[in-house]
């Protein structure tokens, strides 16, 4: 049964072929055989999965109307709040918090009938691309299980890819979704920023996350997309009701895009790995057989912008974690001596290494005497990178690029180098500063065997068009169709 796809899975529990009872027992038992491996979870919730999960097969025997993902087991990162288990964001310092409302994405995944089985793990409070920073436990790759999942929805997209869930929602706030889901060999999609509403997700760049969709196909995405996109009056960077008018993203999906126009950066991708860059070579191809016209470009601000997004994020993070104060809520160490003592060994007890190296990195930037410098600075070349796409994409339908520059890297290979670490986001953090969105697809392996992703960015709010042209390429290739050797 993990063999079948979300859609597939949902149509079948619908036409009365399996039962939603059936398909969320039958991932409970996967989780049971290879979570102790994998370690995707922070937290199951068998009971109410399997409670959710009966009340659906009730519905569907009654004839009774269900939501669009009605019986299909899916998984959260675990920085969404939900009124059920702890929402722990990977960290010490929320080990033990219990949300009192849910995110409306998971509000929304339950109005669609879908069977939440679990909380997954993730770099704390999403600081990371690998994984390895959640203060909780450690989560690796169904490919390889000396290699890290990416990050930092590692967790989310291992669960999808060790066929521990159906489809998952994961965070995105500089590539988080979309480098993970490459090194897993799924489907990753971040939406346009608005798209889909930030109520309830923890925050790390308030002016950067966003949540999306984390799955085995593209028909997978575009189904969840259709549950959790939309306006949300109880966000204000939500897209307002017109621009939120519904979609169906899998009405159009079969259609491919005619005269289909794709730019490509060659100086900016060169330092990928060369089998990642085979890869590239070999999507391009693909695309020039369906007719595509295919452009190199320049784009002079996209080598500024790992700096650039290192000090807005940062500068955010600051601002966003200086809430977690050893008071309101969270970890409070025992026996202070005064306040001061209450909030600084609070922090310092519960909060690891990176997220502390980030406090302090956009405490700097934001600090007298530096803001201009660094701070706005680095939002006046936002506005140049989010110029150099806004121009591409008047002459182009979108642009392709790698995902990241290798494949999945062995766990401890680069924990002791920060800088190289944060060069694992290098090609995807243009497209949250520009606020567009971006999907990862499957596209190849490399000689290790480990999954390779093709990166395909449009304008703002093309989700459609990006789905489609994402399908052209899936429909010639079934990369997408290849499981782990899990052991």
């Known amino acids: 049964m993990e063999q079948l796809s979300a859609k597939e899975l949902r149509d079948?529990?619908?036409?009365?072929?399996?039962?939603?009872?059936?398909?969320?027992?039958?991932?409970?038992?996967?989780?049971?055989?290879?979570?102790?491996?994998?370690?995707?979870?922070?937290?199951?919730?068998?009971?109410?999965?399997?409670?959710?999960?009966?009340d659906v097969d009730k519905r569907i025997v009654a004839g009774e109307p269900v939501g669009q993902l009605a019986g299909v087991p899916v998984a959260v990162k675990d920085n969404m709040c939900t009124?059920?288990?702890?929402?722990?964001?990977?960290?010490?310092?929320?080990?033990?918090?219990?949300?009192?409302?849910?995110?409306?994405?998971?509000?929304?995944?339950?109005?669609?009938?879908?069977?939440?089985?679990?909380?997954?793990?993730?770099?704390?409070?999403?600081?990371?691309?690998?994984?390895?920073?959640?203060?909780?436990?450690?989560?690796?790759?169904?490919?390889?299980?000396?290699?890290?999942?990416?990050?930092?929805?590692?967790?989310?997209?291992a669960a999808v890819a060790g066929g521990l869930c159906f489809a998952a929602l994961g965070s995105d706030t500089g590539g988080s979704i979309r480098q993970p889901a490459s090194f897993c060999g799924v489907v990753g999609l971040k939406p346009t920023y608005g798209r889909v509403s930030r109520f309830g997700l923890v925050a790390?760049?308030?002016?950067?996350?966003?949540?999306?969709?984390?799955?085995?196909?593209l028909a997978d995405t575009a189904l969840v997309l259709n549950v959790i996109a939309g306006h949300d009056p109880a966000d204000s960077t939500s897209v307002n009701e017109a621009m939120a008018a519904a979609c169906d993203y899998l009405e159009e999906l079969e259609e491919p895009v005619e005269k289909l126009k794709i730019a490509i950066v060659p100086e900016y991708t060169a330092g990928?790995?060369?089998?990642?860059?085979?890869?590239?070579?070999?999507?391009?191809?693909?695309?020039?057989?369906?007719?595509?016209?295919?452009?190199?470009?320049?784009?002079?601000?996209?080598?500024?912008?790992?700096?650039?997004?290192?000090?807005?994020?940062t500068a955010e993070a600051s601002s966003n974690l200086a809430r977690y104060d050893g008071v309101h809520y969270g970890h409070r160490t025992q026996?202070?001596?005064?306040?001061?003592?209450?909030?600084?060994?609070?922090?310092?007890?519960?909060?690891?290494?990176?997220?502390?190296?980030?406090?302090?990195?956009?405490?700097?930037?934001?600090?007298?005497?530096?803001?201009?410098?660094?701070?706005?600075?680095?939002?006046?070349?936002?506005?140049?990178?989010?110029?150099?796409?806004t121009s591409a994409f008047e002459k182009y339908d979108c642009i392709i690029m790698p995902v990241a520059p290798t494949t999945a890297f062995k766990i401890g290979e680069k924990t002791d180098d920060p800088l190289q670490m944060y060069l694992s986001d290098i090609y995807t953090i243009g497209a949250n500063l520009a606020g567009i969105p971006g999907i990862s697809i499957p596209c190849g392996f490399d000689e290790?065997?480990?999954?390779?992703g093709l990166q395909i960015l449009a304008p703002a709010f093309g989700e459609e068009k990006l789905l489609r042209i994402a399908r052209m390429f899936e429909k010639e290739t079934d990369w997408h169709k290849r499981t782990p050797p899990i052991v």
């Open 448 to 452: 290790d065997n480990l999954p390779v």
């Open 335 to 389: 026996s202070p001596k005064d306040y001061v003592e209450v909030y600084s060994k609070s922090r310092a007890e519960a909060f690891g290494q990176e997220v502390k190296r980030r406090i302090m990195l956009g405490t700097y930037a934001l600090s007298s005497g530096y803001y201009d410098a660094y701070y706005l600075k680095a939002l006046k070349v936002r506005n140049l990178i989010r110029g150099d796409f």
């Open 83 to 157: 009124t059920f288990g702890a929402t722990t964001c990977a960290s010490r310092i929320l080990e033990n918090f219990h949300a009192p409302y849910n995110a409306t994405v998971v509000d929304k995944l339950l109005a669609a009938d879908a069977v939440i089985v679990g909380k997954a793990n993730m770099d704390e409070f999403a600081m990371g691309s690998s994984t390895e920073n959640s203060g909780l436990k450690q989560t690796v790759n169904p490919w390889d299980t000396s290699r890290v999942p990416g990050g930092s929805s590692g967790g989310a997209a």
């Open 204 to 217: 790390y760049g308030s002016s950067l996350d966003q949540i999306g969709p984390i799955t085995q196909t």
């Open 12 to 54: 079948r529990i619908a036409a009365g072929q399996t039962s939603s009872v059936e398909a969320t027992m039958a991932v409970f038992e996967r989780i049971r055989q290879f979570e102790p491996t994998i370690g995707a979870y922070i937290s199951t919730c068998e009971e109410k999965a399997l409670e959710a999960a009966a």
């Open 272 to 313: 990928a790995d060369e089998s990642v860059q085979r890869a590239l070579s070999d999507a391009i191809e693909v695309y020039k057989k369906l007719g595509a016209e295919i452009t190199e470009i320049d784009m002079p601000h996209l080598d500024y912008a790992t700096a650039a997004y290192y000090v807005i994020a």
